[in-house]
């Protein structure tokens, strides 16, 4: 069940890695203003950066359960 979440959470965390909108690539961040697709631009990082932490602590408290149940 664990390993199950933790690949989720493993591709979860892929996915938003690649939806941060790069800010010295011009093209990609006039598309993410004018599509409006994730809200403000700030608003959009601010709730990528909230989503990483969030993965990235469940991600940790999974990796350390599975580590105490092996050994």
């Known amino acids: 069940m664990l390993n199950s979440i933790g690949a ?5 965390l892929i996915v938003i890695i690649f939806l941060r909108i790069p800010q010295e690539n011009v093209g ?8 409006n697709l994730l809200g ?3 608003s959009a990082q601010r709730f990528l950066n909230i989503l990483t ?3 990235i602590l469940i991600y ?4 350390i359960q599975l580590n105490l149940l092996t050994n």
């Open 8 to 12: 989720f959470i493993s591709l979860f």
């Open 28 to 35: 990609l961040a006039s598309f993410a203003t004018k599509s």
């Open 40 to 42: 403000s631009p700030s």
């Open 53 to 55: 932490i969030i993965g």
């Open 60 to 63: 940790f408290g999974i990796a």
